[in-house]
């Protein structure tokens, strides 16, 4: 079984360092034309970006079993299928297509309970491309060749990418918005739920891959500061922080995101249900180890 994956960013190649050993080849895409992206073991790693794409991701999509897309849309359609998406067509050989998309096609929601029932309202026109962009790969799909699942992820976290490490950088805040909260998802069940849909006989369906319990987002900084033994930074007022436009876009999106179908229907067991888990395995790896001695 080979895999090519377009993108071998944080989540894929958390995917690939998992699973890697399942596939008899590798293949992924980079943007680094001069190769400089620090090479990821068993990987076969080719440019693309909008300067160009190497000759040979042609030919290693036509071997391909399981395509792994993590590269994001871009101002106005996929990148992927923009370039690709003709050859993707024309491939007749039997292809899992897996497409890492995000929760953010839901909107806001004031707070309530969505699952993949609920039609896509973006309210940002980055998560409006996502939606044209899903639409696409779910249009390529109809191809019966071809097996799209798409996955909604909500945010995510990890090694290197934490409450922890932020609090030892000194870049953590507690910024209070009543009744806001996130949706989190561990990027070792993001590997995981992949591995399952890889086994998985059912059709093409969109998953939400998130953890059991959406929260705000002050109690999660305070949760990690006290694993590292420390004084959490004092809270912040939202409406006078001073955020960049980008930041303070996602609060204003504000909902809690079902996972009951990844559970019933992948039967898929979460290694980290709640952040509780993934931060307490995250300090206890060595994650946020640089802290500063003094309380901050």
Same mark, same amino acid.
């Given at each position: 079984? !080979?895999? *090519?994956? *377009? ?15 399942? *596939?008899? &080849? ?80 839901? =909107?806001?929601?004031? =707070? ?49 990418? !934490? ?19 996130? !949706? ?69 999106? !504000?909902? &809690? ?31 946020? &180890? ?7």
């Amino acid at each position: 079984m !080979n895999l *090519f994956v *377009f993108g071998l960013g944080y989540s894929a190649r958390h995917f690939v360092a998992e699973y890697g050993s399942a *596939f008899e &080849r590798i293949s992924a895409t980079v943007r680094d034309k001069e190769g400089r992206r620090a090479p990821v073991s068993g990987v076969e790693m080719l440019h693309f970006s909008p300067e160009g794409a190497s000759p040979e991701i042609e030919d290693r999509l036509a071997s391909a079993d399981v395509i792994l897309v993590s590269v994001p849309p871009g101002t106005s359609a996929d990148p992927v299928l923009a370039r690709f998406g003709r050859k993707l067509a024309a491939i007749k050989r039997p292809q899992r297509i897996i497409y890492l998309s995000t929760i953010g096609v839901y =909107g806001d929601h004031g =707070g309530e309970w969505v699952d993949e029932s609920q039609p896509p309202s973006p309210k940002s026109e980055r998560s409006a491309v996502r939606v044209q962009a899903e639409r696409a790969w779910v249009a390529l799909g109809r191809d019966p060749a071809k097996t799209v699942h798409i996955l909604r992820l909500s945010g995510i976290y990890g090694p290197g990418r !934490n409450p922890l490490v932020n609090l030892a950088e000194g870049k953590a805040r507690r910024l209070v918005k009543p009744g806001q909260v996130f !949706n989190r998802i561990h990027v070792e069940d993001i590997a995981r739920a992949i591995a399952a849909l890889l086994v998985y006989e059912g059709p093409g369906q969109v998953w939400n891959v998130t953890d059991d319990e959406p929260a705000p987002p002050q109690d999660v900084v305070t949760y990690a500061a006290m694993l590292m033994g420390i004084e959490p930074p004092p809270e912040q007022d939202f409406e006078t922080a001073q955020l960049t436009p980008m930041a303070r876009s996602f609060y204003s999106e !504000n909902k &809690r995101t079902a996972n009951r179908k990844i559970r019933e229907v992948l039967a898929l067991d979460l290694a980290y249900p709640t952040y509780r888990e993934g931060l307490a395995a995250l300090w206890a790896d060595g994650e946020g &180890r640089h802290a500063p001695a003094v309380d901050l």
